[in-house]
């Protein structure tokens, strides 16, 4: 493939022409065979959640867990652990009652973007790709494919929030973060203790300052204490959010990411 093809192009005239070529690559080849099969399309299409995984799979957690321990070892799947405070701040500590069914739980991730998009989009489908029946699995992508991009973006961008630290204030803890709150794309803690938080658009259209309210919002649903928040667009921001940014709002956009070359 050619790094400048465009992204449907690939998949029209080489992944689903070539469909049994690209089938080779998934290794080991029971991975496509039930409950692999099932376990890893539940990662690919939901979030991660590990008793979300289960649920959507069909698994029980000690059949799941086995199955995940598996393919962490085959480094097919990494496990993000929550950084989520526990309910209990000493052991017999009473719990609202509201919140006794609730679990601090981690996601699970596909190591190889391939594999992600593989199990997302394709082998649900590929009884019929393989007949030529492609409509469904086109239908499906089209209306789901900025879940293709938007983690790999994510994790970019916290590669890049890296970076444009690691001289000024390198940050101790990367990655996203989630509560029985939110979800949010990434928090970081630098050196110096400050929290930053961000929210990641892959969209086909510009930021405005409403996410960043909605961002501001959860953050203070959550409890989180933010000194700075981080915005990364894959089309820019308006004029609004960008005359907004200070020393406590950074906003990237897509030329910021040529310095991770």
């Given amino acids: 493939m050619d790094l400048f093809d465009d992204l449907d192009e690939v998949i029209l005239y080489q992944v689903l022409v070539n469909i049994e070529a690209f089938d080779a690559l998934v290794s080991p080849s029971y991975l496509m065979e039930v409950p692999y099969r099932n376990l890893l399309i ?30 962490v070892d085959l480094s097919v799947l990494q496990v993000e652990e929550s950084r989520e405070n526990p309910l209990k701040e000493y052991p017999k500590q009473k719990i609202k009652k509201y919140l006794r069914s609730y679990r601090i739980q981690p ?13 997302g989009f394709v082998e649900p489908y590929k009884h019929d790709i393989r007949e030529g029946k492609t409509q ?13 991009a938007s983690l790999v973006f994510e994790q970019l961008s916290n590669d890049l929030l890296q970076k444009y630290f690691i001289d000024k204030d390198p940050l101790l803890t990367k990655g996203s973060f989630w509560d029985r709150h939110s979800e949010f794309d990434l928090l970081s803690v630098t050196t110096s203790g400050k929290i930053i938080l ?20 959860k953050a203070s649903q959550s409890g989180i204490p933010v000194n700075i928040y ?16 200070n020393e406590t709002l950074l906003l990237f956009d897509i030329d910021d990411f040529s310095i991770l070359r």
């Fill in 42 to 71: 539940a990662v690919a299409r939901g979030d991660g959640k590990l008793l979300n995984v289960f649920r959507r799979a069909r698994v029980n957690e000690a059949t799941g867990g086995e199955l995940i321990a598996e393919l």
């Fill in 198 to 217: 961000g929210e990641c658009k892959y969209k086909g259209r510009k930021v405005c300052k409403n996410e960043l309210n909605k961002l501001k919002e």
């Fill in 230 to 245: 981080a915005l990364f667009s894959k089309n820019g921001f308006s004029k609004e959010l960008r005359d907004a940014k």
């Fill in 107 to 119: 996601k699970v991730r596909f190591v190889n973007p391939f594999l992600r998009f593989w199990f």
């Fill in 136 to 148: 469904p699995f086109l239908a499906n992508f089209d209306q789901h494919q900025d879940r293709c």
